[in-house]
């Protein structure tokens, strides 16, 4: 439990749209995989395997980080909810498995300020080594 909580409320702008994630807002404390922005963009995870066993072993790395929590889960798509410890700020993280260019797609984007200090893409970048593990 966070010593304060900063989460904001949940966006209502996010799920796959014709296998898209949503775009970024301006401010730079988003990346997503999908966003034609320069400043927003993140190469897309990917996997060893199979599809099927690459979300698997997606789902076993978020399950093993304590500030996550998996809010919507379908067979391609989840939406996960990071929590910092220290004040409670919430990043809304998406992954998107397409099977189509083997990769998932991520869109990851703090709910509060302007800036993340780098925290979202570095929880990106340590997800992507643990699935290259």
């Not at 949503?22 to 990346?31: F, K, R």
């Not at 991520?106 to 080594?129: C, F, H, K, T, Y």
Request: aromatic share 6%.
């Amino acid at each position: 439990m966070p010593l304060l909580s900063l989460s904001g409320n949940r966006p209502t702008n996010l799920g796959l749209q014709k296998g898209k994630l949503a775009p970024c807002p301006t401010t730079p404390n988003c990346l997503c995989s999908q966003d034609p922005d320069p400043g927003h963009q993140i190469a897309p995870l990917t996997y060893g395997g199979s599809a099927q066993e690459g979300w698997k072993k997606l789902k076993s790395i978020l399950a093993g980080i304590g500030s996550a929590e998996i809010v919507t889960e379908t067979k391609e798509y989840l939406y996960t909810e990071f929590t910092s410890k220290l004040l409670g700020f919430v990043d809304d993280v998406e992954f998107y498995l397409d099977a189509k260019n083997s990769v998932i797609q991520v869109r990851s984007a703090s709910r509060l300020g302007q800036s993340d200090l780098g925290a979202n893409r570095a929880r990106i970048e340590a997800i992507r080594q643990q699935l290259k593990a």
